[in-house]
């Protein structure tokens, strides 16, 4: 009763309301015409006809396609003005004209030193191919000169980054899906007041969907209004429009553009288990030190003066000014982003990269599993080859429309060979691969088609760095407190039917 009084009163209820009441009013008007007027069917079913035709000559995911094609042939009309307005995946125009103007500053200053890549290269091709296709489609650079740390929990994370927050001396830049007023955020929300009155430049950048149940709406005016330089990126109005599609969920904690942190965690007591409403919630988080945060400074400055008036003119300030520290990591560290701007699922390629490229094991954290034929047959073949191939997922899900389907993705899975764990404290959201004892991602992209077509997205790519040991070190003692998924898992004939249904929609959710 509780949870349904919050809900009845909170942001969300009023949003999913007039949401609600347009679609009924939509079908309504639609079934009139159809009814009053014999042209409109005609109309419709024409109409229906080409977006079928457009469709299906798309170039677009095969499974994108096919959920849409169903939706529009069931639906003539509906369904085609459905897709008309919210089945593009790339942003309005507007946003794409002004964060592209903005990369296109930003892009020239993400210089790759070509010694740092040709020994990357020579000592490891498959991850010298990686790394050139992040650089060629991202224009990131990868580096030798810097330092990362694995974190196996929000915790643990969160303690570093108090840390390092109470030294920032120029700038901290944050740029989070989430935040959510509570004991996390407000203890950052307190050293940032602090760091305000000694002169440090804050900018927060938080989604405006993905922050409507934890904050008021007009939030970023508070936060204005006490010196955060803020922008609600995004903001979510209660209408049918593909503008509402693309989200902020990108994770940075960058101080001083030498230190920076990014992972699965948002800025919410769940994320550190100061709460625990799925039980134990399991994170994994990098920190970044030294050249490869110029990167990410970057792509947080390209995000930032692509959203507002205030924009950041001095962008090479905003590299460390102390001298340049040498860090003996032994290996090699390129974080990269991806966005909705192009037609370029930059997230996805690394990971079927990582899957494909894999000749012992791949480990895979994941909160979900809502992926396209080309990720399924990328597990299912390399665990036919003989590749380890072991995903862990959590035991207690979030959402349980989108834990149904990742379920109906099971059987296909196992009976390939590929190993599946469900995580018995609580729930995973480390989105983090590791294979082969040489290359691991940890980032923000989930296996699903939202983060992988849809969302601004941010990962750091560590190859033969001792980072690298660590994620399989943790993959392995979750595994232990994991519960095995049976290799003749069924889902049962009706529930079986159930998500083989949300499966066939999946990419729409």
């Known amino acids: ?22 679609l009924a009013w939509i079908i309504i008007t639609l079934t009139m015409l159809a009814d009053s007027f014999q042209i409109i069917s005609v109309i419709s079913t024409v109409l229906s006809f080409l977006i079928a035709l457009f469709i299906i000559n798309k170039y677009d995911n095969p499974s994108y396609k096919i959920a849409w094609l169903l939706f529009v042939l069931l639906f003539p009309f509906l369904g085609a003005m459905f897709y008309i307005f919210l089945a593009n995946k790339r942003p309005m125009r507007g946003m794409r004209k002004r964060i592209n103007a903005q990369a296109a500053i930003t892009d020239p200053l993400r210089v790759q030193d070509m010694n740092v890549f040709y020994q990357l290269e020579k000592r490891d091709p498959h991850a010298g191919g990686l790394s050139r296709y992040i650089r060629n489609t991202t224009s990131n650079a990868v580096y030798s000169d810097s330092d990362s740390k694995y974190y196996s929990s929000g915790e643990a994370c969160f303690e570093d980054m108090i840390a390092e927050l109470k030294n920032a001396k120029k700038f901290v830049f944050i740029e989070f899906f989430i935040i959510s007023e509570g004991v996390m955020w407000q203890t950052v929300l307190s050293i940032l007041k602090d760091k305000i009155k000694e ?12 922050s409507i149940k934890h904050i008021p709406r007009n939030y970023y005016k508070k936060l204005n209004e006490i010196g955060i330089k803020t922008i609600c990126f995004n903001r979510f109005y209660p209408l049918f429009s593909v503008i509402q599609n693309n989200r902020d969920h990108r994770k940075f904690f960058i101080i001083d553009g030498h230190t920076a942190f990014t992972g699965g965690i948002n800025l919410a007591d769940e994320y550190i288990n100061a709460i625990a409403p799925f039980g134990y919630w399991k994170d994994g988080c990098v920190r970044i030190r030294g050249e490869a945060v110029w990167s990410m400074t970057l792509t947080f400055i390209t995000m930032w003066n692509g959203n507002t008036e205030n924009k950041i003119t001095n962008i090479k300030d905003h590299r460390p000014t102390e001298s340049k520290t040498i860090f003996d990591g032994g290996g090699y560290i390129q974080p ?20 494909q490229s894999a000749l012992d094991y791949v480990y895979i954290f994941t909160p979900y599993l809502i992926i396209d034929h080309d990720c399924i047959e990328s597990l299912r073949n390399a665990a036919k080859r003989g590749v380890d191939v072991r995903i862990v997922l959590p035991g207690i899900p979030d959402k349980k429309i989108v834990y149904a389907v990742t379920k109906s993705y099971f059987q296909d899975l196992l009976e390939a060979g590929v190993k599946l764990y469900l995580y018995k404290p609580g729930f995973v959201h480390s989105k ?3 294979s082969d004892d040489r290359i691991a991602t940890v980032g923000s992209i989930n296996m699903d ?24 070190k943790d993959f392995l003692e979750t595994v232990q407190i994991s519960e095995a998924v049976d290799k003749d898992f069924r889902n049962g004939f009706w529930w079986g039917l159930v998500s083989s249904v949300f499966r066939i929609i999946a990419p729409m959710m």
């Open 1 to 22: 009763m509780k949870k349904f009084l919050g809900f009845i009163t909170g942001r969300m209820f009023p949003v999913l309301l007039i949401i609600a009441i347009q």
């Open 199 to 210: 002169g440090v430049d804050v900018r927060l950048i938080y989604d405006d969907f993905g």
């Open 336 to 355: 990269y982003h991806d966005s909705p701007m192009d037609d370029e699922p930059v997230g996805e390629n690394v990971y079927l990269n990582i899957i």
């Open 432 to 434: 983090c691969f590791v």
């Open 449 to 472: 088609f939202r983060s992988l077509y849809l969302h601004f997205e941010n990962g750091v790519l560590l190859m033969n760095t001792m980072t690298v040991q660590d994620v399989k």
